[in-house]
């Protein structure tokens, strides 16, 4: 009879290695909350912009107090998010972390992303009350920051790639440039519909989004700018906003949160104009979970897990594409609406750009 236990069939090497990782993550964990206060009370901000600075100096700084703040900094440099110099007791951002931390337009711009995902995690109930039944949990039913988190992510992306994702997509950029139509769905408070008119001063754009609250902001975000006159914002859904002859439809990091991805590209092949374009813009993703496993596989995965695929579950059809569905499925939905020809325009390193025509 053998009397052999689990621990016995252990092999210590990657017992070490995992238990390493979960130490990772639970600092992580720990970590988001703490980046996002730092962000929120201008730590980041005032460590780039004075220099460095001691504990004491930063707190007076930013009118918080040192005791926090001492723990706060040590924390940080323990994750590589602020150096430390010993010889004077001071901390200070590298270029780099400034341009991660502090660089508001910077295309990697992460405090976004930390607001984003401790925000999301807060429907940690209702999720495990899903899991169990099946029932989604739509977009519009999370915490506020998850909104504000997700534009201040993207958004300097969208302004650092924007045009040339526009102008890899095959006589679109020629279009617009001498006017036309460009509907943004799923534009939530208008970043890159506002972008787009300010491109190309002789187009009209209209900003659609099913959360009403969103376009609230996004109409307010449009009277600050001068494209102003040019700019709507509709709340409607992907599968019914209104408008044909549309030259450029676009949708950002969305279109795998629908709940009838099918139907939505029947309704876009039908506003589009005989020769407009598509453009859809997708978390990066290779077609084979194995491919995927990687960090920001992982982050994809997970957001996936909190946000996109049960906002997909809670509408009609409940098709759960999911963030990570990769060129292949998506290309299979595509043309299943209708579309007869699809490719990829586009690429970074966290984004795929595909263009469908009729």
């Known amino acids: 009879m053998s009397t052999e236990t689990q621990a016995d069939q252990l092999d210590e090497q990657k017992l070490s290695d995992l238990v390493e990782t979960s130490l990772i993550d639970l600092g992580a964990t720990v970590h988001a909350a703490l980046a996002v206060i730092g962000d929120e009370l201008g730590l980041y901000a005032a460590l780039n912009g004075a220099g460095p600075l001691s504990s004491a100096e930063l707190a007076e700084e930013t009118d918080t107090v040192e005791r926090y703040v001492r723990e706060w900094l040590r924390a940080q440099t323990a994750g590589g998010y602020v150096t430390y110099d010993p010889e004077t007791d001071q901390y200070s951002l590298s270029p780099e972390q400034a341009y991660v931390l502090a660089n508001r337009e910077s295309p990697v711009f992460m405090p976004g992303a930390f607001q984003l995902v401790t925000?999301?995690?807060?429907?940690?109930?209702?999720?495990?009350?899903?899991?169990?039944?099946?029932?989604?949990?739509?977009?519009?039913?999370?915490?506020?920051?998850?909104?504000?988190?997700?534009?201040?992510?993207?958004?300097?992306?969208?302004?650092?790639?924007?045009?040339?994702?526009?102008?890899?997509?095959?006589?679109?950029?020629?279009?617009?440039?001498?006017?036309?139509?460009?509907?943004?769905?799923?534009?939530?408070?208008?970043?890159?519909?506002?972008?787009?008119?300010?491109?190309?001063?002789?187009?009209?754009?209209?900003?659609?989004?099913?959360?009403?609250?969103?376009?609230?902001?996004?109409?307010?975000?449009?009277?600050?700018?001068?494209?102003?006159?040019?700019?709507?914002?509709?709340v409607a859904t992907a599968r019914e906003y209104s408008g044909t002859d549309y030259d450029l439809v676009t949708m950002f990091n969305c279109f795998h949160d629908m709940g009838d991805p099918v139907g939505v590209a029947a309704h876009v092949r039908e506003t589009l104009t005989d020769d407009g374009a598509w453009m859809i813009v997708e978390p990066y993703a290779e077609d084979r979970v194995e491919d995927n496993l990687t960090p920001f596989g992982r982050l994809a995965y997970s957001i996936s897990t909190v946000a996109c695929t049960p906002n997909s579950l809670s509408q009609d059809v409940g098709y759960g594409l999911g963030a990570q569905a990769g060129e292949v499925q998506t290309r299979e939905v595509v043309t299943e609406g209708g579309f007869t020809r699809f490719r990829r325009a586009a690429e970074t390193p966290t984004s795929l750009v595909f263009e469908a025509k009729p």
């Open 119 to 234: 925000s999301a995690s807060k429907i940690g109930p209702e999720l495990r009350e899903a899991f169990r039944t099946g029932e989604g949990i739509g977009w519009h039913e999370h915490d506020e920051n998850v909104f504000h988190g997700t534009e201040r992510f993207f958004g300097p992306s969208y302004g650092a790639f924007l045009i040339d994702w526009i102008e890899a997509l095959d006589g679109v950029d020629e279009t617009l440039k001498a006017g036309g139509k460009i509907v943004d769905v799923g534009c939530g408070h208008g970043a890159p519909t506002i972008r787009m008119a300010e491109a190309y001063p002789d187009v009209t754009v209209v900003g659609i989004d099913y959360h009403e609250e969103s376009i609230d902001v996004a109409r307010e975000r449009a009277k600050t700018t001068d494209v102003a006159d040019r700019v709507t914002f509709e």
